[in-house]
């Protein structure tokens, strides 16, 4: 029996399992170019009102000398695929001021970092 069938729903839901899983997946990039902070801001800007909020995706990341973050769902419970990694991946290929970039499969947000 595995784990996941040991718990009722509300346990399943505050241990996001089962059906209550939420996948993301990381990103990384370097910068091209040094760019001034009112240039790093409006890069950040423009990733997450285009790339990330339009496709009702969630991040937690930043940009310094590079950049980088997981993506996730906005919504709680969200599921994400393939699709979503193919969405963001293109558009980080298409920003010229990005070199090596690299988008990680797609893992659990709460348990997949061991």
Not at 16 to 44: C, K, T, Y
Request: glycine letters at 12%.
């Amino acid at each position: 029996m595995s784990a996941v069938r040991r718990y009722n729903q509300r346990q399943r839901k505050k241990k996001h399992v089962g059906e209550f899983q939420e996948v993301g997946f990381m990103i990384e990039a370097q910068l091209g170019q040094a760019l001034s902070e009112q240039e790093r801001d409006a890069f950040l800007n423009r990733f997450l009102a285009e790339a990330i909020e339009a496709n009702g995706l969630g991040f937690g990341g930043g940009l310094d000398d590079d950049f980088g973050g997981f993506v996730v769902s906005e919504k709680a419970y969200g599921k994400l695929d393939e699709s979503h990694r193919a969405l963001i991946t293109a558009w980080l290929n298409q920003q010229s001021m990005l070199k090596d970039v690299q988008v990680g499969p797609l893992r659990d947000a709460w348990y997949g970092w061991g």
